[in-house]
């Protein structure tokens, strides 16, 4: 099992209308509004680190309004 975090960054004023549209995507666990540095940050867990990268790149980042993105991967001890 791989887990990674996103930090996503919006348009100001589409926070909310981000957080709706990756909240229930298939492999997000956990989505959550911030303030600071980041818009959104939200949890992602797969089979494999490859199906997280897949998410972000393919579906996560063509959402309209999200400007950018940082994945962090988790580690697994």
């Known amino acids: 099992m791989a887990v990674g975090y996103v930090l996503i960054n ?36 797969a089979e494999d680190l490859a199906q997280i990268a897949k998410a972000v790149v393919e579906t996560i980042r063509q959402i309209p309004g999200i400007t950018a993105t940082k994945t962090l991967a988790g580690a697994v001890l």
């Open 10 to 45: 919006v348009e100001p004023g589409r926070e909310k209308e981000a957080y709706e549209a990756v909240k229930d995507l298939d492999h997000v666990s956990d989505a959550t509004i911030l303030f600071g540095d980041h818009d959104l940050i939200i949890k992602l867990t």
